[in-house]
């Protein structure tokens, strides 16, 4: 009875290993766009009490993901324009100035790859923010992002807030 | 019995076994990954129809043959696949929606609507609705309606509708 039990879980083990292998190899770039979009939603973030120096450098890892210039698109915030990635950088660092701690989620991811350069992803983005006197608020929406293959590194080059329904 | 018992929970580890499994496991990709996919609700915008943390399935296939009908509850893509809102189509393309003294009027016409049974006071203009659009709202009425999440969108947003 041992055996069977040991020969079961070795099957699962290796069904699990197989199966992970073979999606690794069938959506190596996918995982990689994937692992990006997850990467900068963790760099979006901001611990509670998070000293000037981790958000600089924090800041300045961000600018690895993103296009010479981006543009962005929101109609929550009324924000329709291009933006240097310098722009976008000391945008970023005012945000956080007046935020006690951030927490950013990307959900729900879906890679649509147009070429080998070029990609489009589609996720739900939530952030919780608190603000420096204590105020809380919560957003969610749905954002279309455009990457870019530059030097061998996926790079946002669009943001845009997708409109599910329109009233 | 206890023989049977035993068989069922450590079968033999032969090829017929390793068939069924890969069959089994198949089958319940495709259907639960793909035809009805299991959901949880949350949120109150379709009370009382659909409470916050009730279990359903989204029934992938439900607008295959047809289109989606002014009554019909749907399931709007929102920005990948897993993430879905929860809404009831009022008016298809072509018609007109508007609401006066927080009842529903499509094409000009009073609209019944028992679902909606809480207190509404919404205003809206009326506005038609594009060809290929559905215009979907919520049953949950008594929010105020700027905070509520309606209005028109493309049926290639529709992924599909609940079971029950």
Known sequence: ?167 | MTKRIRKFFLPDLNRGFFIRLACVAAAAYVIFGHVIRPMRIRGESMLPTYRNGQFSFCFTWKYTFRRPQPGDIVMVKYAGRKVLLLKRVVAVGGQTVEFRYGRLFVDGELRPEPYASKPCNWELPPREVKPGHVYVIGDNRSVPMDTHHFGQTPLSRIEGGPIW
């Open chain 1, 1 to 167: 009875m041992v055996k069977k039990i040991a020969l079961a879980v070795l099957l699962v083990v290796a069904l699990t290993v197989g199966i992970t292998l073979v999606k690794q190899m069938l959506t190596g770039e996918e995982a990689r766009i994937r692992q990006r979009c997850q990467h900068l939603s963790t760099l979006l973030s901001m611990p509670p009490g998070e000293k000037l120096p981790a958000a600089a450098l924090r800041a300045e890892r961000l600018r690895g993901f993103l296009t010479e210039t981006c543009s962005f698109s929101t109609s929550t915030y009324k924000l329709s324009r291009e933006l240097s990635r310098d722009e976008v950088i000391s945008r970023y660092l005012a945000v956080r100035r007046m935020l006690r701690s951030v927490d950013v989620l990307f959900k729900d991811i879906v890679v649509e790859p147009v070429t080998d350069l070029e990609a489009t992803v589609r996720f739900m983005v939530r952030a919780n923010a608190t603000a420096e006197d204590g105020a809380r608020e919560s957003r969610t929406a749905p954002i279309m992002a455009s990457l870019k293959k530059i030097d061998g590194k996926w790079r946002f080059a669009e943001f845009r807030e997708e409109t599910v329904l329109e009233k």
